[in-house]
């Protein structure tokens, strides 16, 4: 079973291998442009542990994936272009997912983790990674544009925006707390009963 925690300083070791993997299966793959062999570097992957920003997904056997989660704007999605974001709505970013080509599920493992704190995710990735469009399409994000990162390249950009859910969560919540009040105000209207049949 795959899980999530926070990677420590004592991970670097192991996270910087598996970003080693990807970034030859990239290439091999005809990506090599996205990450070369030279991102995301080790002072990347230390600042974003020192973030609490990184995470690895792990089972009994060790780690076998690593991304890192952001809460807040990124600042190269204020300008897309060929499209628009689903919403303006505050959102979690997922960057640097990579894995060990161990283990399946990686994806939707970081997917899930992000769902516990927040139903509004943004992702990018390179034009060229088909793998992880796949990944990203089959979670259930939408295409929005195209976004540039720091250095100027472009990257296809996506939203998940499972907002049914949580209407239908408040929903929910509104009608146990609407229940409750009318049992309340129910207990409230009797509650001379009540102390009768208490009394005797």
Known sequence: MLNV?????????QIMKIYRYAQDYMIKSGNPT???????????????IDKNAC???YDKDGIHGVFSVFDGTEPTYKHIEGGNWLNEEPYLTIHRLAGDGQVHG???????????????IRVDTHADNKTMQRLIEKNGFIKCGTIYVKNGT??????????????????????????????SSSVDRHSDNWQEIVER
């Not at 991102?39 to 600042?47: E, F, Q, R, V």
Request: hydrophobic fraction near 45%; glycine fraction near 2%; charge should be positive.
């Open 55 to 57: 995470k690895v997904i």
């Open 34 to 48: 996205q990450w070369g062999h030279f991102y995301p570097d080790a002072d990347l992957i230390k600042s974003d």
């Open 106 to 120: 990686l994806f939707p493992c970081a997917l899930n983790y992000c769902k516990k704190i927040s139903l509004n």
């Open 154 to 183: 472009a990257r296809i950009a996506y939203q998940r925006a499972d907002f049914r859910a949580a209407r239908f969560a408040s929903i929910s919540l509104n009608t146990t707390r609407s229940a409750a009040r009318s049992v």
């Open 5 to 13: 925690k926070n990677a420590e300083m004592a991970d670097l070791e």
